[in-house]
C-alpha cells in the first residue's frame, strides 16, 4: 500500500490591531511570505492601518467593536474568523505586529517540525527583543506559547495578559527549536514608555491589578522594560533573506506622543488623576501632551492643565516601590524562584 502524504495544513497569523501603521507594513511583508491567510481584528485603527492591509491579498480584516479592553474577547474573534475562513488541518500563528519573524525561520528543522505536529499541539517560540538598535538583541529563556496545532479546542482567555492560543490542560507544549521572533517594540522608547503607563492606568481602571506595588513593578517603566536577559550582537540571518526580496527590516519611527498618550488623558477626565496618583506615570509631561493633542484636533481630552501628583507624594512612592522591589527580589532568591524581572 502506498502512504498519502498528509496536507500541509494551512498557517493562519492572528493579529490584533490598534494603530500599528508604525509596523504593519514591515508585518504584513513578512507574514505574508510564509502564512496562507492572516486574520486581523482592528479595535477602531484612526491612522493608516486599514489603508495599509488593504494592499496585501492575503489579509482579511474583521472588526473589533468593543470599545473596553477585552484580550478574551479579540482573541475568540480572531480565532472563530480562522476556524470560518480556514480548512483543516490548520495552524493557528497568534502573533502581535510588531513579532517578526526571523528571515531563517523556515530553512530551520523546527519550521518543518512544527507543520508535521498532530492536532492539539501548543507550539511555543523565543521572542528576541531587538535591543535599542536592530544590530543587538536581549534574549529570554522563557518560550512564548504562540501557535496551535488546531483541534478546534475552546479558547479560554482573560481580560489583560492571557493566553492568545488555546491552551488545552495536559496538551503537548512543542518548543519550535531555531524559529525565533524579533520583537521590535522596545527599538521605540517613547512609544514603549508610553504604553507601559496606558497599562498601568488601565490595570488601575479595570482593577486586574488593584495592588498599587504589584502594579509598578509590573510597569516599572523608568527601568530596564524588557526585564533583566542576555544582551547579545543580533544576526545577519535573522534579516538577510527578507531584505534581499525588498522589505526594510530596520526603520523605526518613534515620535514623542502616542495613542496611549492620548487614552491616558482620556482617562483623566474620565476619572480625575487622584485616582492614578499612586501610579508610576509621573516623569513625562502631561500638560504638554495635552497641548499638542489639542493641536492635533483630538477629542475626549481633558479641558484644563492636567492636576498631577505633588511632587513629595512621587518621590514618597519611589522610596516605598525601592523597598518593594528589593523585597521581591529577596523573597525569590530565598525561596528558589524565577523571575523575568530578577535574576
Known amino acids: 500500500m502506498i502512504a498519502v502524504a498528509s496536507p500541509r495544513p494551512t498557517i493562519v497569523v492572528l493579529t490584533p490591531v490598534r494603530n500599528e501603521a508604525w509596523i504593519l507594513e514591515r508585518f504584513l511583508s513578512v507574514t505574508s511570505q510564509f502564512a496562507d491567510l492572516i486574520i486581523l481584528a482592528d479595535q477602531g485603527s484612526d491612522d493608516d492601518t486599514a489603508a495599509i492591509a488593504a494592499r496585501f491579498p492575503k489579509v482579511v480584516v474583521v472588526a473589533n467593536e468593543d470599545r473596553g479592553f477585552d484580550e478574551a474577547h479579540r482573541q475568540d474573534l480572531l480565532i472563530a474568523a480562522a476556524r470560518e475562513r480556514a480548512p483543516m488541518p490548520r495552524i493557528l500563528l497568534a502573533f502581535d505586529a510588531d513579532e517578526i519573524l526571523a528571515a531563517d525561520a523556515m530553512d530551520r528543522a523546527g519550521w518543518r517540525t512544527m507543520l508535521a505536529a498532530p492536532p492539539g499541539t501548543v507550539l511555543s517560540f523565543e521572542r528576541v527583543d531587538l535591543f535599542l538598535t536592530t544590530e543587538r538583541c536581549m534574549r529570554h529563556d522563557p518560550w512564548r506559547p504562540l501557535g496551535y496545532v ?194
Request: charged share 30%; proline share 5%.
Open 150 to 343: 488546531d483541534d478546534g479546542a475552546r479558547h479560554v482567555g482573560r481580560t489583560i495578559h492571557g493566553g492568545r492560543i488555546p491552551l488545552p490542560h495536559g496538551a503537548p507544549n512543542l518548543k519550535v527549536a531555531d524559529v525565533l521572533l524579533l520583537h521590535y517594540a522596545a527599538l521605540r522608547t517613547a512609544g514603549m514608555a508610553s504604553k507601559l503607563r496606558w497599562y498601568s492606568v488601565l490595570e488601575n481602571v479595570l482593577g486586574t491589578c488593584p495592588h498599587v506595588l504589584k502594579r509598578r513593578l509590573r510597569y516599572v517603566n523608568h527601568l530596564d522594560f524588557t526585564g533583566h536577559g542576555r544582551i547579545e550582537p543580533s544576526r545577519s540571518e535573522w534579516f538577510a533573506e527578507w531584505e534581499r526580496r525588498g522589505i526594510d527590516m530596520r526603520t523605526v519611527l518613534d515620535p514623542p506622543y502616542h495613542w496611549y498618550d492620548l487614552e491616558v488623558l482620556r482617562a483623566f477626565k474620565r476619572y480625575d488623576t487622584r485616582r492614578f496618583w499612586l501610579d508610576d506615570i509621573w516623569r513625562f509631561d502631561w500638560d504638554a501632551c495635552l497641548d499638542w493633542a489639542k493641536s492635533q484636533g483630538f477629542g475626549g481630552l481633558p479641558g484644563r492643565p492636567v492636576r498631577t501628583a505633588p511632587d513629595w507624594l512621587v518621590f514618597v512612592m519611589r522610596g516605598v516601590e525601592w523597598v518593594h522591589r528589593h523585597q521581591v527580589r529577596a523573597r525569590h532568591r530565598l525561596s528558589g524562584r524565577t523571575s523575568r524581572r530578577f535574576k
